[in-house]
């Protein structure tokens, strides 16, 4: 997959979310005639912010995910969200899996994710803990 495309309330807001936290700034964004801001990462994915003005309706099991290098790098991001007051909404830390989900702007659940198999081999755990849930208050940040 190379690209998703979200609906968004608030492209500027939208925008400076991605750019922030999940690395959405590393090449100049574009805007297309038809008023998709296109977002890109490092690695070459694009992330399209489609301008909607009518409510987003998702389904509450519905995210999507980044995959960070380290299990550090997932618990200092997870530090800033806090930090900023981002709507947290689980958290895992184990030994198999250290992953954090918050809210962006529209209430889309994005996933900050390590796994053992992404590190070298001979650091991989057993393993796996139920789900930490976060323990801020669901009004009041940026994401709610």
């Not at 922030?20 to 590393?26: E, K």
């Not at 008023?35 to 998702?58: C, D, K, Q, S």
């Amino acid at each position: 997959m190379d690209h998703l495309a979200i609906p968004v309330r608030d492209q500027t807001r939208s925008r400076g979310f991605y750019e922030t936290y999940f690395g959405f700034g590393s090449r100049p964004a574009r805007r297309y005639d038809d008023g998709v801001l296109m977002l890109y990462n490092a690695a070459g994915f694009a992330l399209a912010l489609g301008p909607e003005t009518e409510p987003i309706h998702r389904p509450s099991w519905m995210h999507f995910g980044v995959g960070l290098p380290c299990r550090e790098a997932v618990l200092r991001l997870r530090e800033r969200l806090v930090a900023d007051r981002i709507e947290l909404v689980e958290e895992w830390d184990g030994p198999d899996y250290v992953s954090v989900k918050c809210r962006d702007p529209d209430g889309y659940i994005v996933e900050a994710f390590w796994e053992p198999e992404m590190a070298p081999p001979g650091t991989r755990g057993t393993a796996r803990p139920a789900p930490v849930r976060a323990r801020l208050p669901r009004s009041g940040g940026r994401g709610s």
